[in-house]
C-alpha cells in the first residue's frame, strides 16, 4: 500500500509541474501538450486513488 502512496504522490507533483510549464510556456503547442499531459497525469492519479480506495486490508 505505501508503493501506491508513493506512486500517487509522485504522479500529483507530476502533474503540478506539467501545469505549472503549460502556464509558464510561451509557444501555443507546448502550452497544450503540458496542459494535456497534466491531465492525463491527474487522470492517473485519480485511477490510483480509486484503487486504494478499493483494495482491502491485505493489499
Keep these: 500500500m505505501q508503493d ?5 504522490e509522485k504522479l500529483r507533483v507530476e502533474a503540478e509541474e506539467c ?6 510556456a510561451t509557444n ?3 502550452k ?3 496542459a494535456k499531459l497534466a491531465a492525463h497525469q491527474r487522470a ?7 484503487a486504494m480506495k478499493g483494495s482491502g486490508p491485505l493489499s
Excluded: C, G, N, Q
Aim: proline share 4%; aromatic share 4%; no cysteine.
Design 19 to 24: 501545469e505549472l510549464i503549460s502556464r509558464l
Design 44 to 50: 492517473l492519479a485519480d485511477e490510483v486513488e480509486r
Design 4 to 8: 501506491m502512496k508513493t506512486h500517487l
Design 32 to 34: 497544450a501538450l503540458f
Design 28 to 30: 501555443p503547442t507546448k
